[in-house]
C-alpha cells in the first residue's frame, strides 16, 4: 500500500461527499504528488489512467467515439492529458527524453500497428523493461509482444539514450539517436499488409496479435485449433 493511500481515500471520501471540488482535488494530488486514478473500460478491457493510446493519427477520431474524453497529446507543449492519444514515435521520444509527468501510466497499443514489425515490439518491450526497473516509471503495458531487441539493432541507440536519461550508463553510444527508422529494416523478410491482417482477425474472429505471431514467430499464443492456423498460413500464401 502506498505510504498516501489514507490521504487518498480522504480525499476521494470529501470530493464524493461535495466537501471540495475535481479541480482542488487535482490540486492536492499535485501538491502532495499523489496520482490519482481511475478506471476506463476500453475494448473490454478495465484500464487505469493515466492512459496512453499510442495509434496512428488517422484513428484518432474513431477512438474518440469510443472514447470521449480522450485527447491528442502535444509533446512540445508537454500536453498529455489523463487518456492521451499520441502517435508510436512521439511516445517513444516522450518517454525516452523523460517528458511524461505520470509516474505510473497505461499504455496501449492499438490494434492500427498490427503490422509493426518485430523490432518495434522489441524495442517497446525494451524500454518498459528499463522504465519499470527504475524509479522514474511504473508502465502497465497491453498488446506489446515481449521479444528482445537484436544486440546490433541501430534502435539500440534509443535505448542507451533512454539508459543515460536514467542515469543508469553511460559508455553505449546514442549518438544521433532521434534519426532512427522504426519500418525501414526488418528481422524477417516476410511483409504483410496490415489490411490484410485486420482482414484475416475479423474473418477468424482473433485479435490481430494472434495472426502477427503466426507470422513472425510461428507461434501459436492463442490457442488456436491446427484447423484454423493452416487456412490462416494458407490465405497469407495465397495473398
Known amino acids: 500500500m502506498s505510504e498516501f493511500e489514507p490521504e487518498i481515500k480522504k480525499f476521494r471520501w470529501l470530493i464524493s461527499q461535495g466537501y ?12 502532495y504528488d499523489i496520482q490519482m486514478t481511475s478506471i476506463i473500460n476500453f475494448q473490454e478491457y478495465e484500464l487505469l489512467t493515466p492512459l496512453f493510446i499510442v495509434s496512428r493519427p488517422s484513428k484518432f477520431s474513431q477512438i474518440k467515439r469510443e472514447i470521449p474524453q480522450a485527447e491528442i497529446a502535444d509533446p512540445y507543449s508537454k500536453k498529455f492529458p489523463l487518456i492521451s492519444l499520441i502517435s508510436l514515435e512521439k511516445f517513444i521520444n516522450s518517454l525516452v527524453t523523460i517528458k511524461i509527468p505520470f509516474f505510473f501510466f497505461t499504455l496501449w497499443l492499438h490494434r492500427s500497428y498490427s503490422d509493426a514489425p518485430p523490432q518495434v515490439h522489441g524495442l517497446l518491450h525494451t524500454l518498459i523493461d528499463l522504465a519499470n526497473t527504475s524509479n522514474k516509471y511504473v508502465i502497465k503495458s497491453y498488446n506489446i509482444i515481449p521479444v ?22 553511460s559508455s553505449c553510444d546514442d549518438t544521433d539517436w532521434w534519426k ?5 529494416r526488418s528481422t524477417t523478410s516476410t511483409s504483410i ?15 490481430p496479435i494472434c495472426i502477427h505471431y503466426i507470422i513472425y514467430y510461428n507461434k501459436n499464443i492463442c490457442g488456436l485449433s491446427s484447423d484454423v492456423i493452416n487456412k490462416i498460413k494458407s490465405d497469407l500464401s495465397s495473398s
Not at 20 to 31: A, R
Not at 151 to 169: A, P, R, T, W
Not at 180 to 184: C, I, V
Request: charged share 20%; glycine share 6%.
Open 20 to 31: 471540495i471540488t475535481p479541480q482542488e482535488i487535482m490540486f492536492y494530488s499535485n501538491f
Open 148 to 169: 528482445g531487441l537484436p544486440v546490433n539493432s541501430e534502435l539500440q541507440k534509443i535505448v542507451c539514450h533512454f539508459k543515460k536519461m536514467l542515469g543508469e550508463d
Open 180 to 184: 532512427y527508422n522504426l519500418w525501414g
Open 193 to 207: 499488409d496490415r489490411k490484410l491482417i485486420e482482414k484475416l482477425a475479423l474473418q477468424y474472429n482473433i485479435s
